[in-house]
């Protein structure tokens, strides 16, 4: 194929992932999820035996990314900050991030489909027999989900808190715009989402021959100096502390990249 057949290629597989994206935000927006108690005992006295089904609802107002967003609301935001709305229109547009980012984490395993197979003519015949794709999509959706958790669990709630303590050390009353709330989270769910899946684009550039294994370990201070600035620019505050919540994670996955593509290169 030539360069410019490529890259049509590419843009085929990029409109299919945006498809599928623009659908799931379409049904965020649109539905939301109730639940429906059904009492065993017919009784109302019999709070033991209830149990409530989920099942889904058409409703703007109370859709699955409203629900999501009080969700984060409650788990993140410390208890004496409030969301507030300045601009009619900020909530709307706030539900339609958060729509994207669940179309984006949904779309994973198409992303990683689409881009094994555009990728898998630069891999010799002999290395996809063996590497199949499954032995690839399985440690991706792991390693994502996994910087999505630790984002959501660790670091967002200690650099909410952190940061919140600035304000309260003076006495001011604090009130977070929900756009500026709903892009922080945003910010670091998908860094870190995307960032832990270093090991597995290390490996796939190995794969094709580009770069080998003693690349990596040759130029490992400068990746450690790449990957401290990169923590720098991406999270949005400038306290040097924050930083290394991703900084740190991915010096480690990079030194596993390393060592994966190592046991590799040993087998080969």
């Known amino acids: 194929m030539s360069v410019k057949e490529h890259f049509y290629e590419m843009r085929s597989r990029i409109l ?4 599928f994206i623009f659908i799931v935000i379409i049904f965020c927006v649109t539905f939301g999820i109730q639940y429906y ?9 019999g709070l033991d035996n ?6 889904i609802y058409p409703d703007p107002f109370n859709n699955l990314a409203i629900q999501i967003t009080t969700f984060m609301k409650d788990m993140l935001l410390p208890a004496e900050v409030d969301l507030i709305q300045t601009a009619p229109g900020q909530a709307f547009v706030a539900q339609i991030y958060v729509a994207a980012l669940i179309g984006i984490i949904f779309s994973v395993p198409l992303i990683i489909k689409e881009a094994y197979e555009f990728l898998s003519p630069a ?3 002999k ?6 794709l499954l032995k690839i999509f399985i440690p991706t959706i792991g390693l994502f989900i996994s910087g999505i958790a630790f984002s959501f669990l660790v670091v967002i709630p200690f650099t909410l808190d952190f940061l919140y303590k600035y304000g309260e050390s003076i006495g001011v009353e604090t009130f977070l715009n929900i756009n500026d709330f709903i892009s922080f989270v945003l910010q670091f769910l998908l860094g ?3 960032t832990f899946e270093l090991p597995i684009v290390m ?6 021959g580009i770069i080998e294994y003693d690349f990596w370990k040759r130029n490992f201070r ?5 990957l401290v600035i990169f923590g720098a620019i991406i999270t949005p505050d400038g306290s040097g502390v924050t930083m290394w919540f991703i900084s740190g994670p991915m010096i480690l996955l990079y030194i596993s990249g390393v060592f994966i593509i190592r046991i590799t290169s040993r087998k080969k």
């Open 192 to 194: 870190f989402g995307v």
């Open 222 to 226: 400068y990746s450690v100096i790449i």
């Open 37 to 45: 108690s059904v009492n065993l005992n017919n009784s109302p006295n």
């Open 16 to 19: 299919r992932v945006s498809f």
């Open 203 to 208: 490996y796939i550039i190995s794969l094709t």
């Open 127 to 132: 290395k996809k027999k063996k590497i199949k």
């Open 123 to 125: 891999i010799e015949e």
């Open 50 to 55: 209830i149990i409530k089904f989920p099942f």
